[in-house]
């Protein structure tokens, strides 16, 4: 009887049943979109913050002091230590081989651009007398075999976001030139290495992509060395790179003489912002507290497993990026969780104040039920049935709309989309149940107090 | 003829507002939700409106975290390590848009052969280190913490620290704070005097504190901007008061930023003032995904606020057909019954908008102290923004009350459903 009594009440008047159903479809899909999204917003905010450019800094242990102002090391070649880029591959497989975002080796060298005569058809020669600069050398989009297999995407333009690139970045391989060999048809050859030019030296020097131009370095054993390259971007970094030139990493190498090394190592890392138990020093620490904090991707315990993984070097924390980027994420993160709290707040109200309407509605059905001997346990029984069997099916729908909702959104504001989890969706069934059930408790309530008649009498 | 109508007119207005009051007071508990829907709908919305145009200035305020956002300095054409230098601007930067003092601090950058004090006279080789005097305005908001102490007040060095024999050069060292790459480079503790050196001139100066700063000062040592300029000057010229870099917090949006540093260029066409970008525009990113989501919740609150309210109206709908039923007997079109009823919604949603939005304006100042610290400034324009948005959320989600334009007054009366 029971079983027929919550039948009937669902085939019997079926456009009301799904207006409620969809009332409480469309409020737990808005509060699913909301979870979810937040769930994975403090992610995707890390991830922006990643925008922020690296927050650990590689050095070679032994090094002598870096002279370094505004950016610009100024040692000569021969000075201080180098770390070996054959070591690079194993940042990927640290512990928190997935925290690391990107990372780029550098070696700077103080290199001279020879003096040079343009003369144009029709207009004076102009000479540009020699001058020293800074050349970079550096990954564009380095495609980097991993030990474990895949390769891994990397390069400057990762690690310092706001570097951008009038034209495009250089590639780490360079390009073939085609070459014409008679009589036979042509073959390719490896060209020149590509560069790009800070924007200030290119204003300064008259520089275009598509030209080419000429850099010597000292070289350890010989005086000087020449290297020929093609310009396919002109830089804008608002730093002291925009005078400089930066070419892939092994060319300089091989122009310095300095095979297969680097000096500096940038690397962008999600991170969990420090609290004080991330500030204690991990010498200190008993080995319980270690685990712990080893297990957390604080940044310095990231720097940790990044100096165990290379050998020799010094690995430090940009602490004016770090310590920014952590106090910023969470409160940023706390205000999204509140706007998380509102959105399901006003998403429970607009549930229970539907089922509590579906209620109101059968007041007389309640009437004829008690009229003919119902007691209010049962009574209060089958509606709460029939209600919870509405919020597990409306709360399902939900969810799965919530879904479709939260990737819209998610893509729509960072450009990707929140996994699906389990954790929301038991959530959001517990949810949809404990509301439709308050919200349907009250008129309920009410109810009881109801005497059958005058409402029978229609009054 | 008008004056005929405008007679008509007028018990049918009074008669209007008498309907819509019966109609709202009719039945209060449902008065009570609907109102409450709106009403939690307008606080979020507003508070979160309020939120997002606090948000921009919020970030800003975040972000100045960060320390300088602009540097100036002379433009170069050598890579050599001594800096193009240029007079101290001191009294020439002009003040932000809201005409507060920028703060400011001028660096001077050197060379030297530091070596621990006492040592050179063993003929023992010097180790090269970028030496960085400053001074500035507002120090705090332009440095890392730890590096200010020298620049805003000097540390005296208790006398017990002092070698007892005559110290050669200035009588009283300069204070240096160094920093810990450095320290561990030259092997000498906080307490230890440190000699300096260039080509012309020496300096004596006293390590009050090893620092691991986190970052490229790390590899440098710090004192007072004088104490440096002492030591570029070459005998018989005195005059100079020369820095390298001048570094400044300039406080505003990435836009505000981008407008000073183009008043500076303007100013000082001899040199290369240029923001730092990093920071801005990470800082434009950020708020962008920020007011995204704000935007995507303030839209999702106000569709759940439809719903509620049309949860509601849905079950008006159903009451009232005995009313419309008996309204169109005695002669009312269905358009002035609807208006009627569109009447009541708007009210509604004024009503819950003007409580709702005030709390929200409340919630949402708390809200800044809580999370931020510092209390969101409430934005006037959020409030009626807010308001509107209800009453218009109040008339569509009146949408089911439609179905009571096909009412039909006699089968209402002979009771069919």
Known sequence: MFLRLVADSFTRRPRRKVLTGAALALGMAIATAALSVSLDVGDRLAQEFRSLGANLVVTPQADSLPLEIGGVDYRPVNAGAYLPDSDLPKLKTIFWHN???????????????????????????????????????????????????GTFVTGIAKTNPWFHAEGKWFSDEGHLERIEVAPMGHTYLPGPPECVVGEKLAARRNLHVGESVVVSAPKVESPQNMQSCDITGILSSGGPEDDALLMPLHNVQELVNKPGQYRKLYVSALTKPEDSFAKRDPKSMSADEFERWSCSPYVSSIAYSIQQALPGSDVRVIRRVAEGEGSILTHVRTLLWLVTFAALLAAALAVGASSAASVIERRSEIALMKAIGAGRGSVGFLLAAEQLLLAVVGGGI?????????????????????????????????????????GSAIPLRRAARFQPAPILRGE | MSKASAISRTPNRKMFWRIVRHLLTANRSRLFVILLALAAGAAI???????????????????????????????????????????????????????QEVPRVGFLYLLVEASPYGQAALSRQGVAVILAGLEGRNVRRVLPARILEVAERPVAPSPGNLPSNEVSGPARPSICRVGQKAAAALQIHAGQLIELANRTNRLVCFASAIEEFGGPEDNQIFTDLFSVQQLTWDPGEYVVNNVSVILLNVPGTPAQIVNYVAKLQKQFPDLDV???????????????????????????????????????????????????????????ATRRVLRLFLTEAALLGLAGGLIGAAIGMALSVWLGEAVFGIAARPRLIVYPISVALTIIVAIISSYPLRRLASVRPASVFRGEA
Not at chain 1, 104 to 129: C, D, H, M, W
Not at chain 2, 51 to 57: E, G, S
Request: some cysteine; proline content about 6%; charged content about 15%.
């Open chain 1, 99 to 149: 925290n690391i975002v990107a990372f780029a080796p550098v070696l700077e060298v103080s290199a001279t651009l020879p003096n040079v005569t343009i003369s144009k058809y029709g207009s004076p020669q102009r000479s540009i007398p020699a001058m020293q600069i800074q050349l970079i050398g550096t990954w564009a989009d380095e495609h980097l075999q991993l030990p474990g297999g």
């Open chain 1, 398 to 438: 939900g969810y799965a709309l919530g879904i479709l909702l939260a990737r819209v959104v998610g893509q729509k504001i960072f450009g990707a989309a929140p996994e699906p989890s389990l954790l929301v969706f038991v959530i959001i069934l517990g949810l949809a149940a404990g509301v439709t059930m308050l």
């Open chain 2, 45 to 99: 919305t507003a508070a979160l409106l309020n939120l997002q145009t606090d948000a921009r200035r919020r970030l800003s305020v975040e972000f100045r975290a960060f320390g300088a956002n602009v540097m100036m300095r002379g433009k170069s054409d050598s890579g050599s390590p001594n800096l193009p230098s240029t007079p101290r601007l001191d009294n020439e930067i002009p003040p932000s848009d809201d005409g």
């Open chain 2, 274 to 332: 240029h923001a730092i970008r990093q920071f801005s525009e990470a800082q434009g990113k950020i708020y962008s995904k920020i007011s995204g989501l704000l935007t995507a919740t303030v839209v999702l609150v106000l569709v759940l606020t439809a719903l509620c309210v049309m949860a509601a109206m849905t079950n008006v709908a159903m009451e009232r057909r005995n009313d419309v039923g008996l309204m169109k007997a005695i002669g009312g």
